[in-house]
């Protein structure tokens, strides 16, 4: 599995990966993971496996989002969806830039919950979302009951906007400025290029 983006982070001593879904490959773990408990509740895709594997078809031939799975120090351990505002959904809750991202993400392996990996996957994701030329602000909408989730965020420097009505859920808007991103965490990375 060769990453797309690849980051040591020195202050959890970890290397962080990002590695495009494979629908062969990774349809399995990633309907293992849709089924855990802690997931459910928000993903909403406790289904059979074809089903599963249908859909996840669907959203790899997506061209406005692209599909990862995470993984610390080599181990896939958690799912992203990066996609570009326009021609999402969200798309219509507030005047996006033409170069906005947006992010979702989920832990899959239940032994990494709980130890604060988390923030430190999304600072990398949001990083290698600013990479791309253009893009000044990253977005979010985590379902508004998922109360750890929108902390996590807003640890990585995202801020609440207002609540938005989705087709699946309620979520918190939320926005991560390229400018306040760097400002708290250009050292981490800075760290890590030499």
Not at 47 to 60: A, D
């Amino acid at each position: 599995m060769k990453p797309e983006f690849s980051f040591y982070d020195s202050l959890i001593e970890k290397t962080l990966s990002f590695v495009k879904v494979d629908l062969e490959r990774d349809a399995e773990l990633l309907h293992k993971w849709q089924q855990q408990s802690y997931v459910v509740p928000f993903w909403k895709l406790d289904m059979p496996f074809t089903e599963y594997k249908t859909h996840l078809e669907h959203f790899l031939a997506d061209k406005h989002q692209t599909l990862y799975l995470g993984l610390i120090d080599g181990v896939p351990m958690s799912y992203w969806e990066a996609y570009w505002v326009r021609g999402d959904v969200v798309e219509d809750c507030y005047d996006p830039h033409p170069k906005d991202q947006g992010i979702h993400l989920l832990i899959g392996e239940e032994a990494f919950l709980g130890q604060g990996y988390a923030m430190p996957l999304l600072r990398a994701m949001v990083h290698f979302q600013f990479l791309s030329k253009g893009t000044e602000k990253v977005i979010a909408e985590p379902d508004i009951m998922n109360e750890k989730m929108i902390h996590v965020f807003e640890k990585c420097r995202f801020e609440k906007v207002k609540p938005i009505k989705l087709p699946d859920k309620t979520g918190m808007l939320m926005f991560c400025h390229r400018e306040t991103f760097e400002r708290r965490w250009s050292d981490v990375f800075k760290a890590a290029a030499t």
